[in-house]
């Protein structure tokens, strides 16, 4: 899919050293890297996961990795290039993403934020999800997680739990 010169698509493994550093610079900071390269290859290939890049060109500008099971989905690590930001590359990997969901007969979408990334929590907002909780021991009491969620059938069922 290319709109506005963004072309999503399944990431390969010879994407992954560039998610995991993404990751690590624009999401992990300050947690230690758990999304290494290793990892994000492992993930590409797990059947239950959808690990997918955002390109501009040929270059990597954005990435979205999400955890699918039977009703519920969890959208695990979302990441745009600075350069790029506030040009819908974000939106584009989460409708992406939003879109399979709907397809497999997923129900609710669950994100965690940290509760002072503010800008990441209006863009969830803008996109239609609702904060839902907020847990002090997510990022390994470093600081707070806020849980928002959306519904992709009309009606939030909160029900969270490990995805």
């Known amino acids: 899919m290319i ?15 560039e998610i995991g550093i993404m990751s690590k610079n624009e999401i992990e900071y300050g947690l230690g890297w758990k999304y290494t390269p290793d990892r994000v290859v492992k993930l590409i290939r797990d059947g239950s996961k959808n690990v997918i890049v955002a390109r501009n060109e040929s270059a990597l500008v954005g990435f979205g990795i999400m955890t699918y099971r039977d009703t519920q989905a969890n959208l695990d690590l979302l990441a745009v290039k600075p350069g790029f930001r506030r040009m819908k590359v974000g939106t584009q990997v989460v409708q992406w993403l939003e879109k399979v969901a709907l397809e497999a007969g997923i129900y609710n979408i669950f994100v965690q934020v940290r509760e002072r990334n503010v800008n990441a929590i209006a863009f969830y907002k803008q996109l239609g999800y609702l904060v839902v909780d907020r847990d002090k021991t997510y990022y390994r009491g470093v600081e707070a997680c806020i849980l928002m969620a959306k519904s992709l059938r009309g009606m939030l069922s909160y029900h969270y739990g490990p995805v």
């Open 3 to 17: 709109k506005n010169g963004i072309k999503i698509e399944f990431a390969e493994s010879a994407d992954a050293a």
